[in-house]
């Protein structure tokens, strides 16, 4: 057994006795080493507050526009928890520019009306676009609702399936939460919202990673252990956390960066969505 894993600081609620007191000590180590490194710092209070309004108005007038203004009524419409008008213009932005084939969508809502309507209008850009979402929920009655509610001209671009949640295990260790039905596509584009708080971290974007080819993009509501995991398995540099709009992300994610031990538990580095993401205003 190596000293990283002996350290490992990653909490399953499975420790006892002195594997426990060694995983509080990786803890404990991991803390020291995030304080040691400047990157790790937040944007000051009041520089966070002042960018959180300046994109909220921006996200505003970009949904005023005509062919998005439609949309800015469907939150009203629905029963799902949604997520900030920030976040939809972040995902809406993102699927209009990258015009990504193939998008997994994890926790049905407001999200699934936002990208497919992203999608549709690439479409009518571009008639040769063929973009689809796979979403997946596991609560009838929302995904129900969001049906109900999803406009017509959209219906195309988006398959969702209800699917129960397994707790199950990435690469036979770390104990995850996933859907049980999550088609397998080539992705380049993952919104990981779900499935309902759990206690472990969503795993489907993580099998994804190691079965989809090309580069990935996640983008993650609040879920930091979800990418936190991910983090620690994979080479530094590519997982973040925009502390200011509480949203984790990856950029350009490949199978082949997945190192067979995990780093230490450290938080996720903070950096600006936008930018990351080339949707900067
Ligand atoms: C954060 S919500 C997903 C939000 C979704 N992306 C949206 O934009 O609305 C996570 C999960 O909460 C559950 N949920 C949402 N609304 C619910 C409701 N009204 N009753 C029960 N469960 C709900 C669903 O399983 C959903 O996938």
Request: charged content about 25%; aromatic content about 10%.
């Amino acid at each position: 057994m190596s000293i990283t894993t002996l350290l490992w600081p990653y909490e399953n609620g499975e420790k006892r006795g002195l594997p426990k007191f060694f995983n509080s000590i990786g803890r404990k180590i991991s803390k020291i080493r995030a304080k040691w490194d400047r990157s790790y710092l937040l944007p000051k209070p009041e520089e966070a507050k002042a960018e959180e309004a300046r994109m909220a108005k921006i996200a505003l007038d970009y949904f005023n526009l005509d062919e998005n203004r439609e949309l800015l009524a469907i939150p009203g419409k629905s029963i799902s928890g949604g997520v900030p008008l920030t976040e939809y213009y972040l995902l809406h932005r993102y699927l209009r520019r990258h015009k990504p084939e193939h998008v997994l969508e994890l926790g049905s809502g407001v999200t699934s009306i936002f990208m497919s309507h992203a999608l549709w209008l690439n479409q009518q850009e571009d008639p040769s676009y063929d973009g689809h979402i796979q979403s997946m929920e596991s609560i009838e009655k929302p995904l129900k609702n969001t049906q109900s509610i999803l406009p017509e001209k959209q219906r195309q671009f988006i398959t969702f399936h209800l699917s129960p949640v397994v707790a199950d295990r990435w690469r036979g260790d770390v104990p995850t939460h996933s859907y049980r039905d999550t088609p397998y596509r080539p992705y380049s584009f993952i919104f990981v919202d779900g499935p309902l708080a759990k206690v472990y971290p969503t795993g489907d974007h993580l099998k994804c990673v190691e079965t989809v080819k090309g580069p990935i993009d996640i983008l993650a509501d609040a879920r930091y252990r979800s990418m936190e995991v991910l983090d620690r398995f994979i080479r530094r540099g590519h997982v973040f956390a925009d502390h200011i709009h509480e949203l984790g992300f990856a950029k350009g994610i490949t199978y082949n960066m997945i190192q067979d031990r995990p780093r230490m538990s450290m938080p996720l580095k903070h950096r600006n969505v936008f930018e990351a993401f080339d949707l900067s205003v």
